[in-house]
């Protein structure tokens, strides 16, 4: 294991995200980055049209040019429709070991027939369960499960997450096939187990540990799910 944890020996968990890269560069980055998400949300900052800053309060100049480019680059994936969960590419962002290689995952839907379309859902703001579960109703899903291999360590950081590995370079290659197979999704009990569920990337085995300054960071998921499903279990 990457961590001394019994209760999850021989686990791995794989986290992904709809975006090649991550949004942030480095931990310092993801520390900046919040007050202003946070400056922005309350009025404190406003943009120009041309996405310039308008107002920016003195406290927050220098964190704001440290992560002006996150701001685009979260525009750019929230910008992103996604039509059901079980029909959009995934991938890691951050480098992971596979034995004396680095590497990125993907994972690729295989489309097969019509794809949900979110103008049809019951509830337009929250259609992505209804989504799943009128596909699942019918057929399975399948996924490619694909790893990039790092060819070029300075191309291919391991550092810096917001550098997409280039694919001419290094093509995916598939290594698995992932299916889900055709279900009832939509039940109480279904809900109340994806309450307690809690995924992060070092529920992993050493071969296969996550690498980089970003994923050290995430160590945290493991306090943070802990800490929240105490909080759940007081409001059951
Ligand atoms: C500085 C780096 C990062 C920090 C501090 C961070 C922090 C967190 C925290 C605190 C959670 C909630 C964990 C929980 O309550 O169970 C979370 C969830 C999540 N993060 Fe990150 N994150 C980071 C980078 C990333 C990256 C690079 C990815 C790319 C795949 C990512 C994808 C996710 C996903 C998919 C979840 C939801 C997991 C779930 O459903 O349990 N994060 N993150």
Redesign the pocket.
């Known amino acids: 294991m990457a961590i001394d944890d019994p209760s999850h020996q021989g686990e791995q968990d794989f ?3 709809n975006n090649s890269t ?1 949004f ?1 560069r480095d ?1 310092q980055g ?1 520390i900046d980055f919040f007050p202003v998400r946070k400056a922005i949300q309350e009025g404190k900052i406003t943009f120009n049209q041309d996405g310039t800053p308008n107002n920016l309060p003195d406290d927050l100049q220098v964190q704001f040019r440290a992560i002006a480019y996150a701001l685009q680059l979260v525009q750019k994936i929230r910008a992103r429709p996604t039509s059901s969960p079980l029909e959009i590419t995934y991938w ?3 480098p992971y070991r596979m034995g004396n290689h680095a590497i990125k995952f993907s994972v690729v839907p295989h489309t097969i027939g019509q794809s949900f379309n979110p103008e049809s859902a019951i509830d337009k703001s929250n259609y992505l369960r209804e989504a799943m579960t009128k596909h699942l109703a019918s057929k399975d899903a399948y996924f490619d499960f694909k790893i990039q291999l790092q060819t070029d360590a300075s191309k291919m950081p391991i550092e810096d ?1 917001i550098v997409a590995w280039d694919e001419q370079e290094s093509p995916y290659i598939k290594v698995a096939t992932i299916k889900i197979p055709r279900q009832d999704f939509n039940t109480e009990e279904r809900k109340q187990l994806d309450e307690k ?3 992060s990337p070092w529920h992993s085995l050493l071969e296969h540990q996550p690498l980089g300054g ?2 050290r ?2 160590k ?2 493991i306090e ?2 802990n800490i ?1 499903n105490k909080i759940n279990q007081g409001n059951t």
Request: proline letters at 4%.
């Open positions: 986290v992904l995200i991550f942030i931990v993801y890691s962002a951050t997450p569920q809690s995924f970003v994923n960071a995430r945290i998921y943070l799910a929240r």
